[in-house]
């Protein structure tokens, strides 16, 4: 029988000062009452971004982000078949058990905090290569070409 042997709390490796920051920002944007709350809504959002992101903008967003986020993003293994914005809100929601409300709540609260880390050029380039519907997850303006 194997059993999992955990050591005392303080011998864990502590979060980089960079992901407390971006915790504490999902945390401000996100209204959540503790960091534990906004740290599930990072992860959850960035593995979902990271089933969808590809190429040159999900290395160059890595190595943006804090490490632990970078992480959370790169583990991911991406789908085959890209995802609109409004079904991979869905899909978020139907892994977590949660509601559409409070998923794209989340999702809106840790897209904003990339934003701030990924800077204008690199969203722009990401919004670029995803489906329609993910720029207002990113608190973006959804532009689409004149008819």
Same mark, same amino acid.
């Given at each position: 029988?194997?059993?999992?042997?955990?050591?005392?709390?303080?011998?864990?490796?502590?979060?980089?000062?960079?992901?407390?920051?971006?915790?504490?920002?999902?945390?401000?944007?996100?209204?959540?009452?503790?960091?534990?709350?906004?740290?599930?809504?990072?992860?959850?959002?960035?593995?979902?971004?990271?089933?969808?992101? @590809?190429?040159?903008?999900?290395?160059?967003?890595?190595?943006?982000?804090?490490?632990?986020?970078?992480?959370?993003?790169?583990?991911?293994?991406?789908?085959?078949?890209?995802?609109?914005?409004?079904?991979?809100?869905k899909d978020l929601?139907?892994?977590?058990?949660?509601?559409?409300?409070?998923?794209?709540?989340?999702?809106?609260?840790?897209?904003?905090?990339?934003?701030?880390?990924?800077?204008?050029?690199?969203?722009?380039?990401?919004?670029?290569?995803?489906? @329609?519907?993910?720029?207002?997850?990113?608190?973006?303006?959804?532009?689409?070409?004149?008819?």
């Open positions: 029988m194997i059993t999992e042997v955990r050591g005392p709390l303080e011998h864990q490796q502590p979060y980089s000062t960079a992901y407390e920051q971006m915790l504490e920002k999902v945390r401000y944007e996100g209204a959540y009452p503790t960091r534990e709350r906004a740290e599930e809504a990072v992860r959850l959002v960035l593995a979902g971004l990271g089933r969808q992101l @590809t190429g040159d903008e999900r290395v160059d967003l890595a190595a943006r982000l804090p490490l632990e986020a970078a992480r959370t993003l790169t583990t991911q293994i991406p789908d085959t078949q890209p995802l609109t914005g409004w079904a991979f809100v929601a139907t892994r977590t058990g949660a509601s559409l409300a409070t998923t794209r709540w989340d999702t809106g609260s840790v897209l904003s905090a990339v934003v701030a880390y990924a800077g204008p050029d690199l969203i722009t380039r990401i919004l670029h290569q995803l489906p @329609t519907g993910y720029a207002l997850l990113f608190g973006q303006a959804e532009l689409s070409p004149a008819a």
